[in-house]
């Protein structure tokens, strides 16, 4: 008996939020340091996405951008006490400076039929993603993976819960399948690399 899109949806959104715990864990540990400009455009872009999520949008995506709001300003809030105090380079200027341009776009867009407001909340969140992508690949032994690949597999099963697939119920479980495999991949690479135990790939 197949399972219903619903139930693979739910499941999705569950390992998504969970994505957050092992990440909580690791600042605390020491052993992540998120960088705050990204967490700070995400926390910001995920209100977006969540406003902009039309009425008509499945009760799937609904749930999966709620969760997009809350993980990253619980991150974010974490960054103040526990990440690094350094202060932002032309990079993650540039990147908060365009990010913030986007969502206020998006203000004034944020009316518009169609996808038009998800796609300038995507360029907005891509902005955030800027940095934290320098950091994974230049750095990668200073971020843990699980939590990222925890996310990819989140929304790669959320495609399949979607229920009507068009371009606005696809554009953001999508986007985020991409972002966090272009994210958890230097990661992972890193450690089979290096032979590093499953173990220490957790947190």
Not at 29 to 37: A, F, Q, S
Not at 121 to 147: H, K
Not at 156 to 169: D, H, I, K, M, W
Request: contains cysteine; aromatic residues 16%; glycine residues 4%.
């Amino acid at each position: 008996m197949p399972i219903e899109k619903e139930t693979i949806g739910i499941i999705a959104q569950m390992i998504v939020a969970s994505s957050i715990i092992p990440y909580v864990i690791s600042i605390f540990r020491g052993t992540v340091k998120p960088n705050r400009v990204s967490w700070f455009i995400w926390s910001i872009v995920g209100f977006t996405f969540w406003l902009v999520t039309p009425d008509t949008a499945d009760t799937i995506t609904k749930m999966l951008t709620f969760t997009f709001m809350i993980n990253p300003t619980i991150v974010f809030i974490l960054t103040l006490f526990k990440g690094e105090n350094t202060h932002p380079d032309r990079l993650e200027k540039f990147s908060l400076t365009i990010g913030l341009f986007a969502i206020c776009v998006w203000y004034f867009a944020r009316e518009s039929a169609g996808i038009l407001p998800i796609f300038i909340a995507i360029v907005a969140d891509f902005c955030a993603l800027i940095p934290t992508l320098r950091f994974v690949y230049t750095s990668p032994q200073e971020e843990a993976p699980l939590a990222w690949i925890l996310f990819f597999v989140g929304f790669s099963l959320a495609l399949f819960g979607v229920e009507n697939y068009n371009l606005l119920n696809l554009a953001l479980p999508s986007y985020m399948l991409f972002g966090s495999l272009f994210v958890a991949y230097p990661l992972v690479r890193y450690r089979l690399k290096m032979k590093i135990p499953l173990r220490h790939w957790l947190i």
